[in-house]
């Protein structure tokens, strides 16, 4: 079965588990009701994410069966997207404690972390950090695995904007691993990709279903184990990675840290992200603010990221720049767009 073949058959999957979870949603009760930080005014039917984790796991088992992936590692990604996808789904349906979260986030990373190195026989050199000591790389590494599950969660507040970002994410990812000739990893990036897609059909303006916090929780996951294997297993950038999802890595990052200096609650529910204040203001529609975020991460990240994997010596500059970049994007848009509020 070639893979364009197999891609397909995992898109049509997503797309009919999605149908039937939408009805089993509706059966139940399941809803998304508007709150704060709400940019839908009707009640949508809600964790339709964890469609994610049905649909790739028989997809990894199969590559691991036919022999398209070999690294026994991708059996931890589907135990921890496993944890990661029921703990949203807990969330979605009861809302736990942010505290509670934090602690199974941290146990989950920390476990994983600790797999992907050996318990630390294996090295993992952040080129980020001046010095390699492995336990302040083990850090690093929980810490990222932790913000990414939230960041991917922090985002997924306007209909479209993660499911997009998500499939180009997977394309780019899959060819810079295509460019460093490793099919595999290439493989499963372009799977979450094709999983996605059904899913952003239905999300796009007005979304007919929500992905949840067990989506949100999944992908976060599964694009920084990705980006954490290749770097330890396969010797690929990491620093590529975090270039390539910077529009909303600085988006995220940037608010909280605003947010933390008012004293506001980080966890709570808000509309300080940069694509809320683009949508109060009126004038952008969502579909408009989710094509504008796409093409700053096709147009200007994209390219900035594969230039740090041909360049390597400069990649933490690049990274720098790019981020900088992004960041004065960001701030001179929310000046602009509250000074000519009316």
Known sequence: ?????????????????????????KKIGLYDTPNERSTH???????AGLTFFLCLTPSILYFKYTGLINSNSYYILLIGALFCTVLGFVDDVR?????????????????????????????????FLPFNIPII???????????MVNLFNFVDGIDGLLGSQVFIYGLFFSYFCLASNNSALSLVYLA???????????????????????????????FAFLGLVGKIEYGQSLVANVILMSPIISDATYTLILRAQKRKKIFGAHRDHLFHIMLDSKKLKPCKIVILYSLLTVFLTAPTAYLSTLKTEYAVLICAITYVSTLLIYICTKNFLKTTAP
């Open 41 to 47: 005014t009707q009640p949508i039917p809600l964790g």
């Open 1 to 25: 079965m070639s893979k364009i073949t197999i891609l397909c058959l995992i898109s049509f999957t997503s797309l009919v588990l999605i149908l039937l979870y939408s009805k089993f949603a």
């Open 95 to 127: 809302h736990l404690s942010a505290k509670f979260r934090l602690i199974v986030q941290f146990l989950i990373s920390l476990f994983t972390l600790l797999y992907l190195t050996n318990f630390l026989n294996i090295t993992f050199e952040v080129k």
């Open 192 to 222: 979450l990709s094709a999983l996605t897609l059904p899913f952003l059909i239905f999300n796009w303006r007005p979304a007919k279903v929500f992905m949840g916090d067990a989506g949100a929780y999944f992908l976060g996951f599964c």
């Open 137 to 147: 790389s083990l850090i690093f590494g929980v810490l990222f695995l932790m913000w």
